[in-house]
């Protein structure tokens, strides 16, 4: 995890550190296992080739858990990650390089909290965005009301 984040630090168009995974086949199946989905289409070649697809894809669930990571490795210790959304719009096979990305859309205080609006997404090898979503953060503040 990297130094904290502050509201004060971010702007309207500030980009979210990157993240990079290198998913693999025995991830997906470590996976699998912890999330009970066991769809062959995420382990067995012939099984998911026999399905019209490229060969086992990655979890739908994994890579929006790539970027839960993004952001809560983003916003440090004392942020708060409040809401999560994404929308599964292309496959991606193990041994691809996915990148996870995301760029500030707002920011405001409500309800005193100091959140942030970010889209997020998740890239191929090819810069194809094939995971894209939204989330809200609550981030600390530097200037804190006594």
Request: glycine share 10%; charged share 25%; net charge negative.
């Amino acid at each position: 995890m990297g130094k904290q984040v502050y509201y004060e630090d971010v702007d309207v168009g500030s980009e979210v550190s990157s993240l990079v995974k290198h998913p693999t086949t025995q991830q997906l199946v470590k996976y699998a296992g912890a999330s009970g989905d066991y769809y062959q289409i995420h382990y067995d070649k012939d099984y998911a080739l026999s399905n019209d697809l490229p060969g086992v894809i990655v979890h739908g669930a994994l890579k929006n858990a790539f970027l839960g990571q993004l952001l809560t490795d983003w916003i440090g210790e004392e942020g708060t990650l409040r809401h999560l959304s994404v929308q599964y719009r292309s496959m991606d096979v193990p041994g691809d390089t996915l990148t996870c990305k995301g760029r500030v859309t707002g920011k405001e205080e409500k309800d005193g909290e100091h959140l942030v609006h970010c889209d997020i997404w998740l890239e191929n090898g090819k810069g194809e965005k094939t995971t894209p979503g939204t989330a809200t953060v609550a981030l600390p503040s530097r200037c804190r009301a006594s």
